[in-house]
């Protein structure tokens, strides 16, 4: 009679195992609690035997294949007498696929669910209803595991004023790796014995803004561009711009090219701008404020000049008009050069998927092609963060080019 | 009270006063209960009317006997007579039915679920037969505490309660107690719409008391001077001590069920029987032959009552429900559970 | 001198019938025989007219009380096993706990149940029926664990002028013993703190309070130390304690003996999860017998139950969380 080998319960809490080791081979003979593959879980490695004497007439085990428990793994040719004492039923075998998770949540009134009246699964791909496992979840979806922070955690940190960010730094004694309340009364207690200053509001309010922006996979693309035109322009220009104004239009008018490179990821929908509204930053006591000016794509630099100005004014002495900053912008330009930075990687801000950096204008040789040598010109790295999930590099490189084009025929702008 | 108009004849003897004031409770309950439902017909009640139409004259003659004060009356639902007769204000009625915020439960129940305790006449729950204990342990309380003299106890219901367990286990402890109790059972034929002879197999209703060992008294209850004369004799044994009394009148409800309820299960036979006379007419009709009363007292007393009702009635569509907002939520009555 | 929960129990209602006239005991066997478990010994003989015998008629019974408590007394009503009061149950959740609140006259009658499992009484002599009857507003429902409770928290039932329900543990009667009688007493609907821990709290009541002890007690060996509140009033309930008590130690595991669907245990989960969410470090816990009715096997039984073991492992099983 055909017996099944069977992947046993390995541990209290282990659901399924890997094989590592196949010991067997279809006509070897083999005895009673012999090893026949060799399993890992998550715990450790285990061995799986035979439960009678016989000879192996089919192996279904795969190598690195996972298998939940009470899976077949191979069948073994066995006496009937000795299947019959050791008590198998072959009829009650599970096949070796995983288990489904089942979307019938069978309740103590089977009746209902019999029939059909619980079935939460939707036939229609294009609009996946949510069908919600309850039992059965593993360990992190209870009360353990790093990530989890009980309700009481919860509750003392926000008596604090903290969040889990605070938190990175402490490594969890409970289940699972947990933070518990005791590792956090301890962290708090350490903190004590530091140095401490007072975080001013507005530190905390661009901490938490940062904190949510870096939620999302940021990435970076930079390329260098000649500020030679920008520059003559400039000089040339009655009231004249600052070098952030010609980012800003040139942003604005690339953008209003591509309105989706400054969309919003929601779910699986990306949300498109309703006007070229762009931001820039401005360092004041402690932190950065980010005045907005409205649909740059529709005026052009010159008529900017006093609106940019003016709002540089307010920012620095805090008080921004409300137009200037409900509701945000799309995107933001940032010029660190201003500091003397040549490089940097912006974050944009958590509302926004795009901030533009300029960098401090160097003089760099440029290669001039016609008199086959080295010409000084100023160079400033332009550097645009993005979130990867709306953008590739592709897609923000042609941005960042498209910008670098306009800043060359500046009066055009 | 009215005098009688007879002057040739002997003074009026116990018996016709006692009739006539029995009489009054009688006309008063059916018109208030017309009135009632009337109103309720026009949608101004909220929830069930059940009246006691037919049972006026069973219903009053006990409790016309009674002494408040002194005895324990527990009405149930066709019992409009007997609660008027031992001396409930109408507009207690008035207020229950109605919803007002001053009546005896303030919203909380209605309809027949009203009473006054303290002064002997417990207010009724839903089920059958529930109520015969409660006056048990009243008159045992009393007995207990060395003031029963010579009170007594009366307990209310129809034909279908007498199957319930809890008139059974009542009426047994009353009698293995000997406790001056009276049951009044009015045999109205149908318990909603059921039948006597698929509520009980005996022949004869009273024929129960012997099987407790209590005695019975069987009466037609159409025949105010019969119910008078029963009642009588059950309060007079009960108070000399001689256990409990069970007194069963054979009338038929002139009603449905409820008001909602037309009874097309009472058949013509029966409504055309000496069954279905009218307790109310035929009553009339004897107060006027004995000349206890002329005819113009008679709708002197129609007249009263009407105006009674009516006052009652306009005095309690007048005041206000309970407001839950200020209501008191609270369900027990000592100070240290109360939140 | 060692008093047994029994004892005390009598000697609660010897002085009450001593202190007040109003007051009389009206059950089956409870006069000269002094009840199926001896509850009332003697009190006939020192109060005949107040210590009475009745038929076996619970509906009557409890009727019967509502009447005399209509007319100023304060009875006693004592139901043979807990199990039987649910003949009498209209009586009990229809007429008496809602007296007051439909006609504003009080209702002071106590109704004493034995209740509670102990080995071979079956399914109809094992019931605790606190559940069902604290469910109904207008009841207060008591379930003393100790000897000292079931001294003086019977005498507040009597004294209370409502519905009191008076769960009694027969396993408790003869096998929990006491120095004394308390002169000082905490207030019926007071919840107590019997041991103070760190690592959980269990709140339970009655003779699974016992249970819970040994079980906190095991545990010390391996450095956990386990809060333990006994309610003592089920009805209402010490949410003050309860809560207190988690917000020291941020786990609760609640227990009870009556059956799982809905009850004292439910009814702890339910308003920890609703008022203490943020104390909790691991979700709230219950633990009650199984969902079947109480077998007569003394080994189907005591596997039926909480025991400190089970109790063990539930704990075990919260603190790891």
Known sequence: MRIPILMPQLGASIAEATIKEIKIEVGQTVKTDEGVLEVETEKAMMEVTTPCPGKVVEVLAEIDVSYPVGSTLGYLEVDDSIAEKINIDPSEVQNPEPDKVSSNIKTEDDSASDSGALQTTSEDPNNPEVTPTIRGLPVPARASGATYISPRLRARMQELGLNAADLAGIAGTGAGGRVTVEDFESFMFDLETKKTSAASSMRIAVADSMRRSWTRPLATVGSPVCLENLLSHRKESSPKPGPTLYAIRALAIALSERTATAGRLVGNQIIHPSSIDIGFAVEVDDGVLVPVIRNVDQIPLKDLVEQYSALVESAKKRRLPKEASTPPGIATVTNFGSFGIVWATPIPLPEQNLVLGLGRGQQKPHWDAETSSWKPAIEAELTLSFDHRILDGGGAGRLLTRIAELLQRPSDL | MAKSANQNQEPIGKLSTIVVDTYRWMVLARTFEDRISNIYRAGKIVGGVYVGKGQEAFSASLASQLVKGQDIYSPLIRDMAGRAAFGEPLIDAARTYLGSAQGPTIGRDGNVHRGNSQEGMPTMISHLGAMISVVNGMLFARRLRKKLNTAVGAACI?????????????????????????????????????????????????????????NGININGTDLIECIEGFEKAISLARAGKGPQIVVGNLLRLSGHGEHDDSPYVSDELRSSDLGQDCLLKAKDRIIEESWCTEKECNDIQ????????????????????????????????????? | MSISYLEAIREAQSLALENDKNVFIYGQDVGAFGGAFKATKDLFQKHPDRVIDSPISEDAMVGLAVGAAIEGMRPIIEMQFADFSSVGFNQIVNQAATLYWRTAVSCPITIRLPSGGTPGSGPFHSQCMETIYAHYPGTIVMTPATVEDAYSMLLEAIAIDDPVIFCEHKYLYYHLKSDSLPKQTLPAKSARIVRSGRHATVVTYSAMLHEALRAADNMKTDGYEIEVVDLRCIKPIDMGTVLGSIARTGRVLAIGEAFPWGGVTSEIISRVSSEGFNLLDAPPARLNSIDTPIPYHPDLWRYHRPTASSVEEELRKLIRE
């Open chain 2, 303 to 339: 007249e009263q009552a009407t105006i009674e009702v009516n006052t009652a009635i306009a005095q309690a569509e007048s005041e206000k429900g309970p407001n839950p907002y200020s209501h008191d939520w609270n369900a027990y009555s000592s100070p240290s559970f109360r939140k």
């Open chain 2, 158 to 214: 129809g034909d279908g309660a007498t199957s319930t367990g809890a008139f059974h286990e009542a009426l047994n402890m009353a009698a293995v107690e000997k406790l001056p109790l009276i049951i009044s059972i009015a045999n109205n034929q149908f318990a909603y719409s059921t039948p006597t002879d698929k509520q009980f197999a005996c022949n004869e209703l009273v024929d129960r008391a012997a099987g407790y060992g209590v």
